[in-house]
């Protein structure tokens, strides 16, 4: 049995006893209805095993928890056609290590409504409109460490968002953060927002994002951050093109193409960022900084993974720390188990 069917049933027999103590006809059809509107719970155990190395520099190996994560999901409805939805999870659960320096934090937090012709609106901690739209290589690998970060500032705490139902293959995308004046995280009271639109027609994909980056979370400007990507689907394959900038801060390309082949994963993408000569850290100021990375990932069931991942990160001399050396590499196996 599924523990979130195994959990539902526990809390629904637990919440029934004491219905059944009060009303002792209650009949089957009840019980499973009273199951029904359970709320489900999920999570994962995510481990790493890494080697890290830079060119000229250091090296280290770690065990390490890879985002182990707890969550709970619950929705109901509130008329015909119209549906209210919860979320919340929490992370750095540190799964390695009994004694975890690691604290849980929420990861995401939010409450909503949707409905076929509404669309859907949510409030609270989620990813971002520009991220769902855009962000699709760097967001995509297990480990990541040397993937490259889109520079966008808006996100992910305090937003309201809406996501339109699609339009012949149209959806519209928007959302705005809510900085106040007691707001700690912020310096200014403020309202950055982003927009997004994304059209999809058979195999191709179109988006494209925007945030207006003027929010005071210590970004390095207000200047816009603009994004595009382009996917296309062909039957086990899937290829993604990526490109990002955001004036006096950097531009950012990456090609990508993930294959299915039965119960395993392949993945290749290249990432390039060019920082401007204007960015405000000087070791990376008018430089590149590249990154080529490999995923080989196998299922092993419906629940469990394993991958390795390989990184080879390159670009101008002294990006990695070391002067007159620009090579990093990180070798990574993992396992998930999900449910």
């Known amino acids: 049995m599924k523990k979130t069917i195994l959990a539902s049933a526990i809390a629904a027999a637990t919440f029934s006893g004491a219905a059944f103590a009060q009303n002792p006809t209650l009949t089957a059809s009840d019980l499973a209805a009273k199951m029904d509107s359970m709320p489900t719970v999920y999570g994962n155990i995510q481990y790493v095993l ?18 182990s994560t707890l969550g709970v999901v619950h929705d109901h409805e509130i008329a015909p056609g119209l549906t209210g939805f919860f979320k919340i999870e929490i992370d750095r659960l540190g799964a390695d290590d009994i004694d975890s320096r690691d604290s849980f934090r929420i990861d995401e937090a939010y409450i909503g409504v949707k409905g076929d012709n509404f669309g859907q609106l949510w409030v609270g901690t989620d990813d971002s409109i520009y991220e769902r739209a855009v962000t699709e290589i760097s967001e995509f690998y297990e480990v990541a460490t040397l993937s490259r970060g889109i520079d966008y500032d808006t996100g992910e705490g305090d937003m309201v968002q809406y996501l339109s139902p699609s339009f012949g293959g149209l959806t519209i995308g928007a959302a705005v953060q809510i900085n106040g004046d007691a707001d700690p995280e912020v310096s200014k009271k403020s309202y950055p927002w982003q927009l997004s639109a994304a059209y999809e027609v058979d195999a191709l994909e179109l988006a494209f994002a925007v945030d207006s980056n003027d929010g005071g979370r210590g970004g390095e400007n207000n200047e816009n951050t603009y994004g595009l990507r382009a996917s296309y689907n062909l039957d086990n394959l899937r290829l993604t093109g990526e490109f990002h900038t955001r004036k006096d801060v ?3 390309f990456g090609v990508m ?15 390039l960022t060019q920082y401007d000569n204007n960015f405000s850290d000087a070791q990376f100021a008018d430089k590149d900084i590249d990154t080529v990375t ?4 196998h299922n092993l069931s419906d629940h469990m993974y394993v991958y390795f991942e390989g990184y080879l990160g390159g670009g101008d001399d002294g990006v990695y720390g070391v002067a007159d050396k620009s090579e990093r590499s990180i ?6 188990y999900y449910f």
């Open 50 to 67: 890494y080697h890290d190395n830079v060119d000229g520099g250091g090296s280290s190996v770690e065990h390490a928890d890879n985002g």
């Open 250 to 252: 950097s531009d950012t």
């Open 257 to 271: 193409g993930i294959y299915t082949l039965g119960k395993n994963q392949f993945a290749l993408s290249y990432e």
């Open 294 to 297: 490999l995923q080989a990932l």
């Open 331 to 336: 070798a990574s196996v993992g396992a998930v």
